[in-house]
């Protein structure tokens, strides 16, 4: 199922989603419905990612000094 949506976009932004849509043999529609969709997936992964952390950080699941000093060290010798 579908619905129907209005949206504003500024000229620029509109003649670059025509360019767009001419060039892949899409839709206008169909540009702008996967762009969001691959917008929310995005950002929902990430307020995901931001919850989990915080609860991690509210149990006191945090990495010694020790740990976050080995990695640090791992990187820099690769570095070189």
Known sequence: MSTT???RLDDEVKE???QLSAATQRSK???AAEAIRVFVDTNAWQIR???AAL???DAGDFASDEAVAR????WRARAR
């Open 29 to 31: 529609s169909y540009l």
């Open 5 to 7: 949506m209005t949206i």
């Open 55 to 57: 609860t991690e950080a």
């Open 49 to 51: 990612e931001i919850q």
């Open 16 to 18: 670059r989603l025509d």
């Open 71 to 74: 990695v640090a060290r791992k």
